[in-house]
């Protein structure tokens, strides 16, 4: 998802799934000649598991 002022792309990927999705993106970001400043990454928490299981609206990973 783009963020409101489009300086901002949040990807989101289970790594379970497609360990290799990041490298895609980044080579996509590339091939178009987006250039990007900063990379930060997380992963969520057994809690933001747990409450993703349990409810229909997941939290953003922190």
């Known amino acids: ?3 409101g002022n489009g300086m901002a ?3 989101v990927y ?3 799934e497609d360990e290799t999705a990041i490298v895609g993106l980044l080579q996509d970001l590339a091939d178009a000649g987006i250039a990007f400043t ?3 990454t997380t992963q ?3 809690e933001d598991i ?3 299981l349990v ?3 997941p939290r953003e990973p922190r």
């Open 55 to 57: 409810t229909d609206h």
């Open 1 to 3: 998802a783009l963020s």
């Open 38 to 40: 900063d990379l930060h």
């Open 14 to 16: 289970d790594i379970d």
């Open 44 to 46: 969520r928490s057994l």
């Open 50 to 52: 747990f409450v993703g």
């Open 9 to 11: 792309l949040t990807y």
